[in-house]
C-alpha cells in the first residue's frame, strides 16, 4: 500500500510539475531589469530536467525561488528533494531558497528528501542550519520520516546533527 501511495504521488508530481505559473511579482521585478530576462522554461521544470542553465538564469532575473507548484504546493526545492536533484538544490539554497517552507502536507524539503531517500539532499539539507525539528501535519519530523521509510543514512545524519 505504502508502494502503491509513494508511485501515486510521484505521477501526481510528474504530470503536474511543468503546470506551474510564475509569480506575477517575480516576472514584474524581472521585466524592469534589463541584463537578464525571465527564461520561458519555468522554475519547476528547469528543476525537474537538471536545467542548472535556466534556474540560475532564473536567480539572475530575480524569479521567486519559493514559487510553488499548484498540485502539493511545493517549491522547487521541495521538487529538487523529492527527485534527488542535488546539484539544483544546492543551486537555490546558495540563492536564498526558503529551506523551511511547508507544502500542504507540512513537509519540508527535508521532510521530502527523508520519506523518498534522498540521502545526498538531506545531508546538504541538513547541514544548511534548517529546522531538523520542523513537524508536518501528521506531526512527524524528518527523523520520523526517514525513520519509518527505513533511510538509516539519512537518520544517522539527522540524530549526528542533534534531531529529536
Same mark, same amino acid.
Given at each position: 500500500?505504502?508502494?502503491?501511495?509513494?508511485?501515486?504521488?510521484?505521477?501526481?508530481?510528474?504530470?503536474?510539475?511543468?503546470?506551474?505559473?510564475?509569480?506575477?511579482?517575480?516576472?514584474?521585478?524581472?521585466?524592469?531589469?534589463?541584463?537578464?530576462?525571465?527564461?520561458?522554461?519555468?522554475?519547476?521544470?528547469?528543476?525537474?530536467?537538471?536545467?542548472?542553465?535556466?534556474?540560475?538564469?532564473?536567480?539572475?532575473?530575480?524569479?521567486?525561488?519559493?514559487?510553488?507548484?499548484?498540485?502539493?504546493?511545493?517549491?522547487?526545492?521541495?521538487?529538487?528533494?523529492?527527485?534527488?536533484?542535488?546539484?539544483?538544490? &544546492? $543551486?537555490?539554497?546558495?540563492? %536564498?531558497?526558503? @529551506?523551511?517552507? *511547508?507544502?500542504? =502536507? +507540512?513537509?519540508?524539503? /527535508? #521532510? !521530502?528528501?527523508?520519506?523518498?531517500?534522498?540521502?545526498?539532499?538531506? &545531508? $546538504?539539507?541538513?547541514?544548511? %542550519?534548517?529546522? @531538523?525539528?520542523? *513537524?508536518?501535519? =501528521? +506531526?512527524?519530523?524528518? /527523523? #520520523? !520520516?526517514?525513520?519509518?521509510?527505513?533511510?538509516?543514512?539519512?537518520?544517522?545524519?539527522?540524530?549526528?546533527? %542533534?534531531?529529536?
Amino acid at each position: 500500500m505504502r508502494t502503491i501511495t509513494i508511485v501515486i504521488l510521484a505521477l501526481m508530481l510528474l504530470t503536474f510539475v511543468g503546470c506551474g505559473n510564475q509569480d506575477k511579482s517575480s516576472q514584474q521585478s524581472a521585466e524592469s531589469q534589463t541584463t537578464v530576462s525571465v527564461p520561458k522554461v519555468d522554475l519547476h521544470s528547469a528543476v525537474f530536467t537538471d536545467n542548472f542553465e535556466v534556474i540560475r538564469q532564473h536567480i539572475k532575473a530575480g524569479s521567486d525561488l519559493n514559487v510553488l507548484e499548484p498540485t502539493r504546493a511545493s517549491t522547487p526545492l521541495i521538487t529538487a528533494a523529492f527527485l534527488g536533484k542535488t546539484e539544483a538544490a &544546492k $543551486i537555490l539554497i546558495d540563492a %536564498g531558497a526558503d @529551506l523551511n517552507y *511547508q507544502n500542504v =502536507d +507540512g513537509s519540508t524539503a /527535508l #521532510h !521530502t528528501a527523508a520519506a523518498f531517500g534522498k540521502t545526498e539532499v538531506a &545531508k $546538504i539539507l541538513i547541514d544548511t %542550519g534548517i529546522d @531538523l525539528d520542523s *513537524q508536518n501535519n =501528521d +506531526g512527524a519530523t524528518a /527523523l #520520523h !520520516t526517514a525513520a519509518f521509510f527505513c533511510h538509516l543514512d539519512i537518520v544517522e545524519a539527522l540524530l549526528a546533527k %542533534g534531531a529529536d
